[in-house]
């Protein structure tokens, strides 16, 4: 909920004009002393926009105009958005760029092969070299250990 100067300070426009928007039909109406939905209002403000403010909420030619320009400055807006989407696209397509939700599955499956690869390591020395002291199986399994718990926190 937002008093008038709010909304009309959210929408970009002067008071006078929300007062003026305030007449045109579909308008969204107060709830209550100084109650107004900037939600509702924006919808409304831009849907009034898109119909190119035929009702008039000035009556002057300069007002339209204003409107007309912002629709227009909306519309660019909105065709720069979805050049740059379609770039980063391209660059996903080309191979130069990689999504953030694949890397972040690759490197998970990596880091869960990688902690069970050296889970095997002191089992497969001991095996390979049996006349290794258990002490260094000992530090071996300690190293290997810390490098699986920081594939697991990787994963």
């Known amino acids: 909920m937002a008093t008038q100067a709010e909304v009309a300070e959210h929408l970009g426009i002067t008071e006078r004009q929300l007062r003026n928007l305030q007449k045109v039909p579909g308008a969204p109406k107060a709830r209550g002393r100084g109650d107004y939905d900037k939600d509702a209002w924006r919808y409304f403000y ?16 300069e007002s339209e105009n204003d409107y007309e320009e912002k629709l227009l400055i909306a519309r660019w807006k909105l065709t720069e958005e979805q ?65 699986a718990n920081q594939c697991a926190k990787a994963g």
Not at 47 to 54: E, I, P, V, W, Y
Not at 89 to 117: P, W
Not at 126 to 135: A, L, S, W
């Open 46 to 61: 831009f849907s009034f926009l898109k119909h190119g403010g035929k009702s008039g909420i000035d009556g002057d030619e």
């Open 83 to 147: 050049a740059v989407a379609q770039k980063l696209k391209n660059l996903v397509t080309e191979g130069r760029m990689i999504d953030t939700g694949f890397c972040i599955f690759f490197l998970s499956r990596l880091a869960m092969d990688l902690s069970s690869t050296l889970d095997a390591i002191p089992l497969a020395m001991q095996r390979k070299f049996p006349e290794m002291p258990p002490q260094q199986i000992t530090h071996l399994k300690t190293l290997v250990a810390k490098g």
